[in-house]
């Protein structure tokens, strides 16, 4: 967007880490950006006592713009890359409203498992075989326990 950002939301709360800003043009009322004061491109890099406090300031931010705006629930959403600096974004979503909880690109196809679970896929990215994914599980837990 070309507009100017303090034009588009405004600061409602802060601390010495965080920022909560609303925004003041959109499809919803509430939606909201934490951010980090410091510089922080991806959730990754939080450390110190911001990733100390993020649980929490997240916790009581969302609880914050439910209770404001009577929205169901607030979908978290982190992307990265697009953007220079690290926005947590906190969309309040009404049963009618604009947000949902779709991550994957295309036409989202459900399938039941055999354990009655259902699981959400799509068309143009259909489900991988077990083995790869238990194998980057695998990965994962060898990474994090280092």
Not at 66 to 87: C, M, N, P, Q, R
């Amino acid at each position: 967007m070309d507009a100017d950002p303090d034009l588009m939301r405004v600061q409602v709360w802060e601390d010495e880490n965080w920022r909560l800003t609303t925004a003041v043009v959109g499809e919803a009322p509430g939606f909201s950006f934490l951010e980090p004061k410091r510089h922080i491109r991806y959730v990754h890099e939080l450390d110190g006592e911001a990733a100390a406090t993020f649980g929490t300031v997240l916790a009581e931010s969302t609880a914050a713009i439910k209770e404001a705006t009577g929205a169901e629930l607030v979908y978290v959403y982190i992307f990265g890359g697009s953007f220079d600096h690290l926005h947590v974004h906190l969309a309040p979503q009404a049963a009618d409203g604009p947000f949902n909880d779709c991550m994957l690109k295309g036409a989202i196809v459900e399938k039941v498992l055999d354990n009655g679970a259902v699981v959400q896929s799509s068309e143009d990215y259909p489900l991988l075989p077990d083995a790869d994914l238990r194998a980057a599980a695998e990965a994962i837990r060898a990474a994090r326990s280092r």
